[in-house]
């Protein structure tokens, strides 16, 4: 059993900065490809950045690129999202996620329990 948990939201203003976390039990299988996705409230789950298990390629969704940084860990199992200049459009529940490499939600198997980040204006 894979649990990730997410850690790092909270309440910003626009154009400051946050640093979210995810932390991978100690189970999890290293070469897992991670990935943050995030839900706004009344929108369906989105992509945000994906990374692979030797965290040698990334992939950010166009909303996000030059803004958000993915990065792994030395230990493997653990991912973090750098988050830059944010803009009250990136409020949303962000949740990590572990799987195969995509896009989309299907792609990605380990799901934690998600992390609010709320950006004022």
């Known amino acids: 059993q894979v649990q990730l948990v997410e850690s790092g939201g909270g309440l910003v203003q626009a154009g400051d900065s946050l640093r979210l976390s995810c932390a991978a039990s100690?189970?999890?299988?290293?070469?897992?490809?991670m990935g943050w996705f995030r839900q706004a409230p009344g929108k369906e789950r989105e992509f945000v950045a994906a990374?692979?298990?030797?965290?040698?390629?990334?992939n950010y969704a166009d909303s996000v690129k030059g803004r958000f940084t993915i990065s792994r860990g030395n230990a493997q199992n653990t991912v973090s999202l750098q988050m830059n200049s944010l803009k009250p459009e990136d409020t949303a529940v962000y949740y990590c996620?572990?799987?195969?490499?995509?896009?989309?939600?299907?792609?990605?198997?380990?799901w934690g329990q998600g992390t609010q980040v709320t950006v004022s204006s």
């Open positions: 100690a189970r999890t299988r290293s070469t897992y490809n």
């Open positions: 990374i692979t298990w030797r965290g040698d390629t990334t």
């Open positions: 996620a572990a799987g195969d490499w995509g896009t989309t939600q299907y792609s990605y198997h380990y």
